[in-house]
């Protein structure tokens, strides 16, 4: 007897929870067809202020048919999530909709299986519904077909060389061209350039390389042994030159010898074999400079060739 009241009890409570409250489950064509959009809408209204959550779909929802001339299952796509829209009705009451917008892509009848609420922390449901969709018909007697995703492999072709070149021939002609054009442009330059040389005197071509020497910088990149190389190097040339004598290959020794015969001061001489001595330790002896001994060793060999230059004057 307790326990029958107790169920009472339980039912008459749980309707009271209830009153009031609708559940509606609505789509705004229940038959279309293939492919076009329809709008699937949830709504639940209620008089008092309730605790509601819905389940939103992120996807697609799965749907039965209802007859044998379709799948046994298929989805009803969604083109739009969840769209929720609170609004106050005109007899006072709150309505809560969640609108979906989707399609289906297989004709046939079938049915959208009801969906769940949770309002109060008790679980309802919605109702199910059921849509019929049709093939679009013929269109001035075109026939229709189903749509068949399939894919086929492409055979893998092997690479054809002379193929290639008959589409592709002018790639390694243009290639040709440039190549033609840059070293007739670079032998030109270079032609200019020893031209452009051979006018200069020796003075002024030694005294133009050593401003370019210092405009390097290299001995800011730890590169003292290529300086010293250069330094050398302009220096033996100008002497060469301006004396017209073969000193590029000559030990700083033999040049030493050379200088002897030459009218030069005991300080000429010794400048000359300070800076040429210079570069051998940097090159052979590893020698660390200071950057102010890099350039006082420039301009020490400005001042040789100037002076040498003025000699002959």
């Known amino acids: 007897m307790i326990k029958q009241f107790f169920y009472i009890l339980l039912l008459i409570l749980l309707s009271c929870n209830l009153k009031g409250q609708e559940l509606n489950s609505f789509i705004d064509s229940s038959a279309f067809y293939v492919g076009s959009p ?3 809408e949830y709504r639940v209204t209620f008089e008092e202020p309730l605790d509601i959550k819905f389940f939103p779909i992120e996807k697609s929802i799965l749907i039965q048919t209802v007859d044998t001339s379709a799948q046994e299952n298929t989805t009803f796509e969604l083109l739009e999530k969840c769209d929720f829209d609170t609004v106050k009705t005109t007899e006072g009451k709150i309505s809560v909709t969640c609108k979906y917008k989707g399609t289906v892509w297989s004709p046939g009848t079938f049915i959208i299986p009801r969906q769940e609420i ?4 008790s679980i309802r449901f919605f109702d199910e519904l059921t ?13 229709l077909y189903d749509i068949k995703e399939s894919f086929e492999r492409l055979p893998q072709k092997k690479f054809d060389f002379i193929a290639f070149i008959k589409t592709y021939y002018w790639i390694p002609l243009l290639l040709l061209l440039f190549s033609l054009l840059y070293f007739i442009l670079k032998r030109k330059k270079r032609k200019i350039k020893i031209s452009e040389e051979n006018h200069l005197t020796p003075r002024e071509k030694a005294l133009s390389e050593l401003d370019e020497l210092l405009s390097l910088r290299l001995w800011e990149k730890g590169q003292e042994k290529e300086h010293f190389t250069r330094l ?8 060469a030159r301006h004396w017209k004598e073969s000193l590029l290959e000559k030990t700083t020794t033999e040049i030493r010898n050379v200088l002897r015969d ?19 330790l940097v ?20 001042e040789i060739i100037e002076k040498l230059d003025n000699n002959d004057k």
């Open 262 to 280: 030459k009218n030069l001061s005991n300080y000429q001489q010794q400048d000359i074999i300070n800076i040429l001595t210079a570069s051998d």
């Open 283 to 302: 090159k052979f002896a590893k020698s660390q400079p200071t950057e102010k001994q890099i350039l006082e060793s420039v301009e020490l060999t400005k």
């Open 118 to 121: 949770l309002i109060n922390d």
């Open 131 to 143: 849509i019929m969709v049709e093939l679009t018909p013929e269109i001035d007697s075109i026939p």
């Open 38 to 40: 329809v709008q699937l």
């Open 232 to 239: 050398s190097y302009i220096l033996r040339d100008y002497l």
